[in-house]
């Protein structure tokens, strides 16, 4: 009798390779009537839990007090180097007119080359544009945990109507935002990072084949793939699982809800810090679940795309754990 099994791995986000930055790229951006940056970026920290009332209506322990594992990002204000305003054409957004403030950081110079002549913000609105979005650079070096001063660039779309939203886009030019000014306490949101590279794996760990036995490997071939195909075609096909590159991809996860927003990261972080990371010391937000990348990663915070249809009556946390996660 024949057996059948399902194919091992996920062919999904095939070919897996390195990530060419460290800074994920967001392809698409949810609308929103408010007048906001609908974009944020922090670094991660480590993780812990916290207790919190349920808020989620058609949950059994509604009302009640349950524990969550969260993941809590250092968030230092981000900067406005510059703003950009897109128009509609029949190849897709294009950008019409970019301008750059003067007041820009001496550590930016590091990242890419600064204009000489920021241009005419004033003649941003003539332009008849149908999208804002704002250059925007994080400030590592107001914190302790990332080991390094270079600032990483980013795009932001500014949300709300086209006149409205240019006009708060030239009101921050050259100045802070805060986490606060994006997102509240409860949003739903989107999280995109780069995962924890793993380097060079084989077919066993990187898509989930199994062993061999005795009976059908030769010697100390236990651990390769049972064939790489047919005679027919005369060619591997992309489709055989195969040894090569693990980890450090971009991966985004949708609909992370954000637990908390604080100013003072001391009152979350644990005794003795977190491990590889340290002692926050600038604006942090917590947020349900796991976050891909390692510590010290880079992570864009997004507005959700594709929000759940379940509802919430508002976030109510208890406790947050403060107890040392050096493993003692």
């Given at each position: 009798?024949?057996?059948?099994?399902?194919?091992?791995?996920?062919?999904?986000f095939?070919?897996r390779?390195?990530?060419?930055?460290?800074?994920?790229?967001?392809?698409?951006w949810p609308?929103?009537?408010?007048?906001?940056?609908?974009?944020?970026?922090?670094?991660?920290a480590?993780?812990?839990?916290?207790v919190?009332i349920?808020?989620r209506?058609?949950?059994k322990?509604?009302?009640e007090?349950?524990i969550?594992p969260?993941?809590?990002?250092?968030t230092?204000p981000?900067?406005?180097a510059g703003?950009r305003v897109?128009?509609?054409?029949?190849?897709?957004?294009?950008?019409?007119?970019e301008v750059?403030?003067?007041?820009?950081?001496?550590?930016?110079?590091?990242?890419l080359?600064i204009?000489?002549?920021?241009?005419?913000?004033?003649?941003?609105?003539?332009?008849?544009?149908s999208?804002v979005?704002?250059?925007t650079?994080t400030?590592p070096?107001?914190i302790?945990?990332?080991?390094?001063k270079?600032?990483?660039?980013?795009?932001q779309?500014?949300?709300?109507?086209?006149s409205?939203?240019l006009?708060?886009?030239?009101?921050?030019?050259?100045?802070?935002v805060?986490?606060?000014e994006?997102f509240?306490?409860?949003?739903?949101v989107d999280?995109?990072?780069i995962?924890?590279g793993?380097?060079?794996?084989?077919?066993?760990k990187?898509w989930?084949?199994?062993?061999l036995d005795a009976?059908?490997a030769r010697?100390?071939?236990h651990?390769?793939?049972?064939?790489?195909?047919?005679?027919l075609?005369h060619?591997?096909?992309w489709?055989?699982?195969?040894y090569?590159?693990?980890?450090?991809?971009?991966?985004?996860e949708?609909?992370?809800?954000i637990?908390?927003?604080?100013?003072n990261?001391?009152?979350v972080?644990?005794?003795?810090?977190?491990?590889?990371?340290g002692?926050?010391?600038?604006?942090?937000?917590?947020?349900?679940?796991?976050?891909?990348g390692?510590?010290k990663?880079?992570v864009?915070?997004?507005d959700a795309?594709?929000?759940?249809?379940?509802e919430?009556?508002?976030?109510?946390?208890v406790?947050?754990?403060?107890?040392?996660k050096?493993?003692?």
């Amino acid at each position: 009798m024949k057996t059948h099994r399902p194919k091992r791995g996920s062919l999904a986000f095939s070919p897996r390779k390195r990530a060419s930055r460290i800074v994920p790229r967001i392809r698409s951006w949810p609308e929103c009537k408010e007048v906001r940056l609908q974009g944020f970026a922090g670094y991660k920290a480590g993780m812990t839990h916290v207790v919190m009332i349920d808020d989620r209506k058609n949950s059994k322990t509604y009302g009640e007090e349950v524990i969550i594992p969260v993941t809590i990002l250092e968030t230092p204000p981000m900067k406005v180097a510059g703003i950009r305003v897109y128009k509609e054409t029949q190849y897709g957004l294009q950008i019409a007119k970019e301008v750059w403030t003067n007041q820009l950081d001496t550590f930016l110079d590091r990242r890419l080359k600064i204009p000489k002549n920021g241009g005419d913000v004033e003649a941003l609105r003539s332009i008849e544009g149908s999208e804002v979005r704002v250059i925007t650079y994080t400030q590592p070096y107001l914190i302790s945990g990332v080991p390094k001063k270079v600032p990483d660039v980013m795009e932001q779309r500014v949300g709300g109507e086209f006149s409205e939203a240019l006009n708060y886009a030239i009101s921050k030019l050259g100045k802070e935002v805060r986490i606060s000014e994006v997102f509240k306490e409860g949003a739903i949101v989107d999280v995109s990072a780069i995962t924890k590279g793993k380097g060079f794996e084989g077919v066993v760990k990187r898509w989930g084949v199994i062993t061999l036995d005795a009976k059908h490997a030769r010697s100390s071939k236990h651990r390769r793939v049972g064939t790489l195909g047919p005679w027919l075609p005369h060619r591997i096909r992309w489709t055989v699982p195969q040894y090569g590159q693990m980890g450090f991809h971009q991966r985004l996860e949708f609909n992370k809800r954000i637990i908390k927003i604080g100013t003072n990261g001391e009152e979350v972080t644990p005794k003795g810090g977190f491990p590889h990371y340290g002692v926050l010391r600038s604006d942090y937000v917590v947020i349900a679940g796991t976050i891909p990348g390692c510590v010290k990663r880079l992570v864009r915070i997004r507005d959700a795309i594709r929000p759940p249809k379940a509802e919430f009556t508002g976030v109510n946390v208890v406790y947050v754990s403060t107890s040392s996660k050096q493993g003692k």
